[in-house]
């Protein structure tokens, strides 16, 4: 089990290797295990890649993310350009129905809202505007169209973890209430913790995923 200390090394080290982020601009402090990331980022896409390099390392119970996104002076566009540039993306999307996705931008924050079938769709939409330049952040509220039975959601769920991860899944209790899923239970890392939530995602007529799992390294 690593101490606090040695987190917070291995996450400073984690954040310097990485290529998209400027790690002298990050603070990072640790406590009990959750990683706190503070400080300016130049861009949306620097504020992810941080955060994706503070999960994959070992040992990072929790993250909390305290960055600001401060756009340089080449970065910074008005919202209609942005706003015309996610809805021309969106367009492009293939696994996205015509004028599914409505866009709202507000000083650079861009949010995203309508009705899709399927979760993958929902992240299609979202992963494709994130990029763009001008983006200071971005707000998922696309739903997930009225669920299916609950019996068959809870049973496609439990029989994707068996699939994935035998073992893991006899640690995963899969809860079902109309199209909200609950998952409980223990996980050994992040990559396991990502598998489950993925499989729930990956079920028809499911619009929010609870994470309530603990990691036990």
Known sequence: ????????????????????????????????????????VGSYTEKLAAERAAQRVHGVKALAVDMQVKLTAYGQRSDADIAESARNILSWTSSLPADAVKVMVEAGWLTLSGDVAWQYQRQDAADSVRYLAGVTGVSNLIAIKPP???????????????????SDAQAITVDVKGGDVTLTGTVHNWAERDLATRSAWGTAGVRQVVDKMSLVY
């Open 1 to 40: 089990m690593k101490t606090d200390a040695q987190l917070q090394q291995d996450v400073m080290a984690e954040l310097s290797w990485e290529p998209a982020v400027h790690a002298t601009q990050i603070g990072v402090e640790v406590k009990n295990g959750v990683v706190t990331l503070a400080g300016e």
């Open 148 to 166: 299916v039975s609950a019996v068959v959601v809870k049973a496609e769920i439990e029989a994707a973890l068996k699939r994935r991860a035998a």
